[in-house]
């Protein structure tokens, strides 16, 4: 029963994180869709944002995997965004560090609009943008075999720290306004990695492998005559490589207040394929796909920004008993003085 486990444990691992840049949890919950769609580098209408994210998963397993991220966009002019993600992705023996240098056009179809300061839309403004984005950036790969034991001889095990580079280019583009919004990236244009744990090296015209990975996200702001707002959204995934597709279906209220607002939500993403394992109890070969539930809260104060969410995985066969842990802290810069009803 345990190589089952190792087994399935590696195949959802490797089909979520796979290796291709910046996994996809739920950040972008945390107002930091940057991270997934280039075209919302500099969206603010004013200043930028930075965000450092810290994920942790399993805490009772060692050398569990663990996720750090760091971005930081910013509004140049009314029509220009810049933005840099930097990342350290760890698994086990294997990890992979990128960075990752964004350019964002913005079309503003509202031309009598007022700058708003504020780090996110309120039902005071007219927001109606237009945006697009283009990625490009370097990821490593490593695979640390310094501990691997040597007498077992393996003629792919070479006992030192093996590390392969490559470049990658992520696009998107976004629909933005005070109510709603959508948005469409297609990330690992270039991605063509070295192999690391064989003799094969990958080679496009040769093996006609995409890593391409369409990510899609739509969500609707529900503004009230009270303090409270309602952002149901949606996150869809597809890998052409696997032709894995998951959704995330989202909720999350929020409850104004007079220097920010406080906010609590709820996520559930779900596989539409399973991995398929043998259960020792009754022989049969059984099904189970990704299932999580994710509640998440935060809190927006004036310039700063928290967040903690926590992942539950659903099914029969987990890899430990432990959840996915998840806290983002954040800093609204460069926004100058506000003298409205900003929040």
């Not at 943008?129 to 490593?142: A, E, K, R």
Request: aromatic share 18%; charged share 20%; net charge negative.
């Amino acid at each position: 029963m345990r190589l089952y486990i190792y087994l399935f444990s590696f195949f959802f691992i490797a089909n979520l994180k796979a290796q291709e840049g910046v996994p996809v949890y739920f950040d972008y919950l945390t107002e930091n869709y940057y991270l997934v769609h280039p075209s919302m580098a500099g969206v603010n209408l004013v200043g930028g944002k930075l965000r450092t994210t810290i994920r942790k998963q399993w805490f009772d397993q060692v050398e569990a995997p663990n996720l750090q991220t760091l971005t930081a966009d910013l509004r140049l002019s009314n029509r220009s965004g810049i933005g840099v993600i930097a990342f350290n992705d760890e698994n086990g023996y294997h990890s992979q560090k990128g960075l990752y240098l964004t350019y964002a056009h913005h079309i503003n179809f509202n031309d009598d609009i007022v700058l708003s300061k504020r780090p996110y839309p309120s039902k005071y403004d007219e927001i109606d943008q237009l945006s697009f984005g283009l990625s490009i950036g370097g990821i490593q790969n490593s695979l640390d075999q310094t501990t691997f034991d040597l007498l077992d001889f393996d003629p792919l095990i070479s006992g030192t720290l093996e590390t392969t580079g490559y470049f990658n280019i992520d696009v998107g583009m976004s629909y933005v306004n005070s109510k709603y919004y959508a948005h469409l990236t297609l990330k690992n244009l270039l991605f063509s990695p070295h192999d690391m744990y064989g003799d094969f090296e990958y080679d496009y015209p040769r093996d006609k492998t995409s890593y391409k990975r369409l990510i899609a996200s739509l969500g609707y702001v529900f503004y009230t005559d009270t303090p409270w707002s309602f952002e149901p959204s949606t996150l869809f995934q597809l890998s052409e490589l696997t032709t894995e597709k998951s959704i995330d279906l989202n909720f999350k209220s929020y409850y104004k207040l007079n220097s920010g607002r406080i906010w609590a939500g709820l996520s559930f993403r779900n596989s539409f394929e399973g991995a398929e394992y043998i259960n020792t109890s009754n022989g049969n070969v059984e099904e189970q796909r990704l299932q999580l539930i994710t509640p998440l809260f935060g809190i927006d104060y004036k310039d700063f920004v928290f967040s903690y969410n926590y992942s539950h995985q659903f099914g029969d066969i987990n890899f430990g008993s432990g959840g996915f842990h998840q806290i983002t802290i954040g800093f609204n810069f460069l926004r100058g003085s506000i003298d409205c009803d900003c929040f």
